[in-house]
């Protein structure tokens, strides 16, 4: 049995020049986490054993490595909900309402607002 689950959204946005840049949210939860699912849990009270992230890359990967992230684990500050479902067969559903800001100095990535809404994933 795996460690964890990490279900991960993938937002793919151009900015007004012209590029392509990837902004990639995870939501990660140990195996022995107190909360089943289906659940809904609040971002800024975050149940142990829960992190979530949002990594910046400044192109689409594989092109590209990661430059800067907002992290519960760094002590980014972060709102919101996310709303999990699976995992199982055919039924792995995340809907992610967040917005995240650095809790220390960032290089690129001060501040970010997502949301997605029933958006079938892949488990990690």
């Given at each position: 049995?795996s460690c964890c689950?990490?279900?991960?959204l993938?937002?793919?946005?151009?900015?007004?020049?012209?590029?392509?840049?990837?902004?990639?949210?995870?939501?990660?939860?140990?195996v022995?986490?107190?909360?089943?699912?289906?659940?809904?849990?609040?971002?800024?009270?975050?149940?142990?054993?829960?992190?979530?992230?949002?990594?910046?890359?400044?192109?689409?990967?594989p092109?590209?490595s990661?430059?800067?992230?907002?992290?519960?684990?760094?002590?980014?500050?972060?709102?919101?909900s996310?709303?999990?479902?699976?995992?199982?067969?055919?039924?792995?559903?995340?809907?992610?309402?967040?917005?995240?800001?650095?809790g220390?100095?960032?290089?690129?990535?001060?501040?970010?607002?997502l949301?997605?809404?029933?958006?079938?994933?892949?488990?990690?």
């Amino acid at each position: 049995m795996s460690c964890c689950f990490a279900p991960t959204l993938r937002f793919v946005v151009r900015s007004a020049d012209g590029k392509t840049q990837e902004l990639v949210a995870m939501t990660k939860y140990f195996v022995s986490s107190s909360v089943t699912l289906p659940a809904t849990v609040d971002l800024a009270k975050l149940p142990t054993g829960w992190d979530v992230s949002v990594n910046y890359h400044p192109c689409s990967p594989p092109n590209c490595s990661l430059v800067d992230s907002l992290s519960t684990q760094d002590k980014d500050r972060f709102q919101g909900s996310a709303r999990l479902e699976g995992p199982g067969f055919g039924n792995n559903r995340v809907t992610l309402c967040l917005t995240a800001s650095e809790g220390q100095a960032s290089s690129q990535l001060h501040s970010v607002k997502l949301y997605a809404s029933n958006v079938k994933v892949s488990w990690n």
